[in-house]
């Protein structure tokens, strides 16, 4: 099965007439996540022609603006789109209160619930699992309280290998789930099969990690490490450096750091301050520490995996 990533907004605090905010969808084993809901948000996710109903849990990193002022509107439109299936919200501590005081003072009634999940934890914790899918905070280091996501897929069953199965007639099909889970079968005479010899390795488990607002920050590496897939934030060059620390932003080139220590496949860059107008100077930066470094499009779909 594979994952994708749609860019809804990339750019930093101030949206321009061709970029917005911060938000992404990730499509993984057939659940949908919104990450992060800049301003116009619910406008993209439009263009890219989504499905407002198949979105059920929202994660949001921090209370900036530009990562959740898109939020409000968008459980709005919900209301009115018919929605009635609870809504799920992860966010810092206050979330609740944020967008509760707005659809009081606005009078925005829904017909389905709200629930919130608050995270004020400075440790990776596990925040959401299904029967395909677990989510894991990534703490980081900005100048209010914020998490990145890890979203990775549950280990898959084995694929049986029919041309070995079909030698032996005593294999029947209530026998396969078995199979899959990694069971040997004894034939009648006692002889054990090997599961490795009925079945073959399913395809590994995809992941994702989505490092917003932090400044350099190395004691994420073993949460990430591996994913197929790297968002990290890269405000700055490192001639700016002083100003990435001040601010609690990273650099390119501090980004690639953590992707080429912590051995992720690819890493996507993002959340570029206002005064580049040519973001391949971020590439620049970045490929000579980690060359597999991409710059987001907008409303690009990305392959994970």
Not at 54 to 64: A, E, R, T
Not at 108 to 126: G, M, N, P, W
Not at 135 to 160: A, M, Q, S, W
Not at 238 to 248: F, I, S
């Amino acid at each position: 099965m594979t994952a994708f990533l749609t860019i809804l907004g990339f750019n930093s605090a101030i949206p321009t007439a061709n970029s917005f905010p911060t938000a992404q969808l990730l499509e993984m084993a057939d659940r949908s996540f919104l990450i992060d809901c800049g301003e116009g948000t619910q406008v993209q996710l439009r263009r890219a022609k989504a499905k407002f109903s198949k979105i059920n849990h929202i994660f949001i990193s921090h209370l900036h603006g530009d990562h959740c002022f898109g939020l409000p509107g968008l459980i709005a439109s919900l209301r009115l789109l018919g929605r009635e299936t609870p809504l799920y919200v992860y966010g810092p501590k206050g979330i609740k209160k944020m967008l509760e005081t707005i659809f009081s003072i606005t009078e925005t009634h829904r017909d389905f619930e709200v629930i919130y999940t608050e995270l004020e934890a400075h440790h990776s914790q596990k925040i959401y699992e299904d029967s395909r899918v677990e989510v894991y905070t990534i703490p980081l280091d900005h100048r209010i309280y914020c998490n990145g996501y890890l979203f990775r897929e549950k280990p898959k069953p084995r694929n049986l290998n029919m041309d070995e199965i079909r030698k032996y007639d005593e294999i029947e099909v209530c026998d396969y789930q078995n199979l899959k889970n990694g069971k040997d079968f004894q034939l009648k005479d006692g002889y054990i099969l090997k599961n490795e010899v009925l079945t073959l390795p399913p395809k590994p488990p995809l992941s994702y990690a989505f490092c917003s607002d932090t400044r350099f920050k190395e004691d994420i590496i073993p949460i990430i490490k591996g994913v197929d897939l790297l968002y990290h934030e890269a405000t700055f060059l490192k001639d700016l450096k002083e100003m990435a620390d001040y601010t609690g932003h990273s650099t390119a080139e501090e980004a690639a750091t953590i992707a080429q220590k912590a051995g992720v496949k690819k890493l996507l860059l993002g959340h570029f301050s206002n005064r580049y107008s040519d973001y391949s100077v971020f590439t620049d930066e970045a490929r000579g520490i980690f060359p597999e470094t991409y710059l987001p499009k907008m409303l690009e779909r990305i392959e994970i995996g």
